[in-house]
């Protein structure tokens, strides 16, 4: 039993002696194949870098020249997304060419995966195809205060994948491209106003009038309405209650909020230093049998 425990143990330890040779020889392998690989890798990585830091310097000399031109903040914006992405896809074929994958297979590769992609992002490509009928049409511009897709705002820029609007309080909103350019698009300021509708309800027995007069008043004495186009009143319901007038009033896209609050209040202390009533529901009961 001792000679035969004795071989066995020889047998182990020549067995670990063989693994910890075969380890150490992998990690050799692997450790010179890391050497011979690794200025390879770090000439791809100097140039990756490098490579995106021209692209930024591109992309300032291409939003420099669009600037001396004609073209609208909603085309600048488009044109510089797409040119950051196509900076990026070239420098990362670039990249895999100097770390030695073969061309052909890259574009195998990118054949591929803009099948697979196209497949699983097929609405990230319907709302890039959209970005370009949007720049082709130009429905609107930055700026422009539209309506679209059941959301309305001013708009920010377009990008290669949403149109970004800037709500009245300030919030924003990413509009699918898709959406944007299939549905229908109400520019509320393409000659650069914005009209406003403030209801007003006066009592039956005003004076139309003199109620049009003393409205018009006040509404051009509110801060940021324009005298160009001229503000006008007119009855547009014979309520339950009263008379309803609709004051129409022209301002910058920027200062719709606000003014719209002040035509508001402007009207209130008009009719009321005038002396003309704003009517409320009044509920009048009746008692069964009771004489009047």
């Excluded at 050799?28 to 050497?35: C, D, G, V, Y």
């Excluded at 049409?137 to 205060?145: E, H, I, M, V, W």
């Excluded at 139309?208 to 006008?232: G, Q, S």
Aim: with cysteine; net charge neutral.
């Amino acid at each position: 039993m001792g000679d035969l425990a004795k071989e066995q143990l020889e047998e182990a330890g020549q067995a670990v002696g063989e693994a910890v040779e075969h380890t150490t020889g992998l990690f050799e392998k692997l450790l010179n194949q890391f050497a011979n690989y690794l200025p390879t890798a770090l000439i791809a990585l100097a140039v990756f870098l490098i490579g995106m830091l021209l692209s930024r310097l591109l992309l300032k000399i291409i939003g420099h020249a669009m600037g001396k031109t004609k073209m609208n903040e909603t085309a600048k914006s488009f044109s510089r997304s797409l040119v950051r992405i196509l900076c990026v896809t070239l420098l990362i074929i670039i990249c895999l060419s100097i770390l030695g994958v073969p061309m052909a297979s890259i574009i195998t590769v990118v054949g591929a995966a803009g099948v697979t992609v196209g497949l699983a992002l097929q609405n990230a490509l319907s709302n890039l195809a959209g970005g370009f009928v949007i720049m082709l049409s130009k429905p609107f511009r930055a700026g422009d205060y539209i309506i679209a897709g059941g959301k309305e705002g001013v708009v920010e820029s377009v990008t290669i994948l949403h149109t970004q609007l800037r709500t009245r309080d300030h919030r924003f909103i990413y509009l699918p491209n898709s959406i944007v350019s299939a549905g229908a698009v109400e520019n509320l300021t393409q000659k650069g106003e914005l009209r406003l509708a403030v209801p007003v309800t006066v009592s039956y027995s005003t004076d139309i009038k003199t109620a049009r007069d003393v409205l018009l008043k006040a509404v051009y004495e509110t801060e940021h309405i324009l005298k160009k186009p001229e503000a006008a009143v007119s009855v547009t319901e014979l309520g339950d209650h009263g008379v309803v007038l609709c004051i129409y009033c022209w301002v910058k896209p920027e200062f719709c909020t606000q003014a719209e609050a002040a035509v508001r209040e402007a009207a209130k202390y008009a009719l009321d230093a005038a002396g003309i009533e704003i009517p409320y529901p009044q509920l009048v009961l009746h008692r069964q049998g009771e004489q009047e």
